[in-house]
C-alpha cells in the first residue's frame, strides 16, 4: 500500500466550476499534512498546509480528517490558471516530505 | 532571495553511462533533498541531508546512486552506470528545518537515458 493515495483523474471541469480532490495516507504517525501545485515541466510549489480545524485561502479550502487519514482540497469558481497537477503531501516529525502522485485537473473556457 | 540552482536543465546520456547533477540550496538552508519523479508519478525522496551528515538514504538505489553534500553547502548526485528506467526529472530541495511547508525546489535536472 503506497503511503500517500490520490485519484491520478483527470479531472476536467469548465470554468467556474467547484472541483474537489481526495487524499488518504497510511501512516498514522504523520504529523504535518498540505497540498502542492506543480505546472507542466515546473517544479513543485507550496499551495497551503493543511490543519486538523480546516483552513481556506480565497477559493482553496483544505480539510484534514485524522481519524480516517484522509485529506481534501475544494476548489470553488475554477479559473483558467488552476490547470496544474495538485499533490498531497504528508510528513513526520523530523522526515523529508512524502508526496501522493498527484492528481491532474484541467479547467477549459 | 535567491532560489535554489540545479545544473544542468537538460542532459541525454546513452546506458551505462555515467552522469552528475549539482545543487546549490538556498543560503542558509541546512536540509537538503534529492527527490526523483518519473513521468506521470510524484516526487520520490532519493535522499535527505542535514547539514553535511546523510539523514535519510534508504530509498537511495546505492549500487549505482551516490550522493554528497561536502561543507554542507551545496550537493552533487551521481548516476553510474546509468539504466533506462532512470530517466526522470531530479529535483534538489532546500529548507530550513526538515519538517513544515518550507521546502523550495530548484527547476530540477531532466535526465533522458536512451
Known amino acids: 500500500r503506497k503511503e500517500v493515495e490520490q485519484d491520478p483523474g483527470p479531472f476536467n471541469v469548465p470554468e467556474g466550476a467547484t472541483v474537489a480532490f481526495n487524499c488518504t495516507y497510511s501512516n498514522s504517525a504523520s504529523q504535518s499534512f498540505f497540498w502542492y501545485r506543480q505546472d507542466c515541466r515546473k517544479e513543485p510549489k507550496l499551495l497551503m498546509s493543511?490543519?486538523?480545524s480546516g483552513n481556506e485561502d480565497g477559493r482553496f479550502t483544505a480539510q484534514l480528517n485524522r481519524a480516517s487519514q484522509y485529506i481534501s482540497l475544494l476548489i470553488r469558481d475554477s479559473k483558467l490558471s488552476d490547470s496544474a497537477t495538485y499533490l498531497c503531501?504528508?510528513?513526520?516529525?523530523?522526515?523529508?516530505?512524502?508526496f501522493g502522485k498527484g492528481t491532474t485537473l484541467s479547467v477549459s473556457s | 532571495e535567491a532560489g535554489v540552482a540545479q545544473s544542468p536543465r537538460y542532459k541525454i546520456i546513452e546506458k551505462r553511462q555515467s552522469v552528475a547533477f549539482w545543487c546549490n540550496p538556498i543560503?542558509?538552508?541546512?536540509?537538503l533533498y534529492w527527490y526523483q519523479q518519473i513521468l506521470g508519478q510524484g516526487p520520490k525522496l532519493l535522499i535527505q541531508?542535514?547539514?553535511?551528515?546523510?539523514?535519510?538514504d534508504s530509498q537511495l538505489p546505492k549500487d549505482r546512486f551516490s550522493a554528497e553534500r561536502l561543507k554542507g553547502v551545496d550537493s552533487t548526485l551521481k548516476i553510474q552506470p546509468a539504466k533506462l528506467e532512470d530517466s526522470a526529472v531530479y529535483l534538489c530541495a532546500s529548507s530550513l528545518v526538515p519538517d513544515g511547508g518550507g521546502y523550495t525546489f530548484g527547476s530540477g535536472t531532466r535526465l533522458t537515458v536512451v
Open positions: 541531508f542535514q547539514n553535511n551528515g546523510v539523514v535519510d
Open positions: 503531501v504528508v510528513n513526520q516529525a523530523g522526515t523529508a516530505l512524502i
Open positions: 543560503s542558509g538552508h541546512a536540509t
Open positions: 493543511v490543519y486538523s
